[in-house]
Every structure is written in C-alpha cells, then in structure tokens.
C-alpha cells in the first residue's frame, strides 16, 4: 500500500484514500484544504478491486486508529467510498474522480447512489468536490473544536470579502 503521510502523521484525524495514483491531481485539493486548517490527515492509494484485502484492513483499522473522517476518490465504476463505508463506522465522504470517456459522471453515479443503510457522503465531480470534502469534514470536526471553527469561520469571511470586491467584467 503506497502511503504518504503528513502533519503529525503519527495520529491522522482524517484519511484520504484514493483508488490509483492518477487520482492525486483531484484529491491534492482535499489533502491541501486539510493542511490549511492544520488537520493532520494520512494518504493512501487503496484500489477497491486491485487491492481488496489492504481496502479491508484499511477500513476495519480506520475507528481504532482514531480516524475521524475519511474522505474516499475514485474514478469509473468508483467502489471505493461505497466499500469503505461498509467496513468501518467512520463517515465517508466520496470524491467523484473525472473519468476518461464519462467524465466522471460515472464515479459520481456510482458514489452517490449507495442503497439505504450504508451512506456515503458525496461531492461534485473533480477539484471542486475534492476541497468541498474536506471543507465539510472540517466543518464536522469544528462542531467539537473551537480553534477549528475559528479558522473556518475565517475562511469564509475572506470568501465573502473576495466576492464582494469582484466586479463585472467591462463589456467588449
Ligand atoms: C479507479 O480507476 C481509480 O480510482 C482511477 O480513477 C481509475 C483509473 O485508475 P488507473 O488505471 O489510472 O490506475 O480505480
């Protein structure tokens, strides 16, 4: 199992697993939230049907390690978030990888259309979805951490700030 770990990778909060290396580039933008609010989160490339028996150790460990959140992505017929969600009573919030000829409409349909009973929180397709996971795991753990929901509440004022200086582009 590929692993890199960061920020106090010794007690991961949060786990962000992925299917294949190629998701990177759309799950760096959940990995790079989470480093900006200083949550320290582990990284993982866990392939549902490459590498079923690591997916299940991963996700029969997650409660036990202390793993808050895990926020899942996968592209194509996207079983990673579904799967992981069966294994652990850990909340999953699955990503919706852009896949090569559907787009990620596929992944996204395959996240979110999980059966009554074993919920997987799911997000847009691609970059947007990806900070949005960890903008809502971050937003969960801020419930219980003051600092945390200081920082979040920060954020969003520098949000609104930003879009209150946006002005119309001059017509051509
Ligand atoms: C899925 O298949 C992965 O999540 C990835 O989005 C997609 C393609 O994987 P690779 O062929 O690039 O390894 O399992």
């Known amino acids: 199992m590929a692993?890199?770990?960061t920020q106090a990778a010794a007690s991961p909060m949060v786990g962000i697993i992925m299917g294949s290396s190629s998701d990177w580039d759309?799950?760096?933008?959940?990995?790079?939230?989470?480093?900006?609010?200083?949550?320290?989160?582990?990284l993982r490339?866990?392939?549902?049907h490459r590498m079923p028996q690591d997916m299940a150790?991963?996700?029969?460990?997650?409660a036990g390690r202390g793993l808050r959140a895990i926020i899942a992505g996968a592209g194509g017929a996207a079983h990673l978030p579904g799967m992981?969600?069966?294994?652990?009573?850990?909340?999953?919030?699955?990503?919706?990888?852009?896949?090569?000829?559907?787009?990620?409409?596929?992944?996204l349909l395959s996240i979110?259309?999980?059966?009554?009973?074993?919920?997987?929180?799911?997000?847009?397709i691609g970059e947007a979805g990806a900070a949005n996971a960890a903008l809502h795991v971050i937003a969960c753990l801020a419930t219980t951490d003051a600092a945390l929901r200081g920082k979040l509440e920060a954020f969003r004022a520098r949000?609104?700030?930003?879009?209150?200086?946006?002005?119309?582009p001059p017509r051509v």
Not at 159 to 168: F, L, P, S
Request: proline fraction near 8%.
């Open 84 to 107: 992981m969600a069966a294994l652990t009573p850990v909340p999953v919030f699955g990503v919706p990888v852009p896949s090569k000829y559907l787009r990620g409409e596929d992944s």
């Open 3 to 5: 692993a890199t770990d």
């Open 45 to 48: 490339v866990i392939s549902a």
């Open 26 to 42: 759309i799950m760096k933008n959940a990995a790079a939230m989470l480093e900006d609010f200083g949550v320290a989160h582990e």
């Open 57 to 62: 150790d991963y996700g029969a460990a997650a």
């Open 159 to 168: 949000q609104t700030e930003a879009a209150r200086a946006m002005e119309v």
């Open 112 to 124: 979110v259309q999980m059966p009554k009973g074993v919920p997987v929180a799911t997000f847009a």
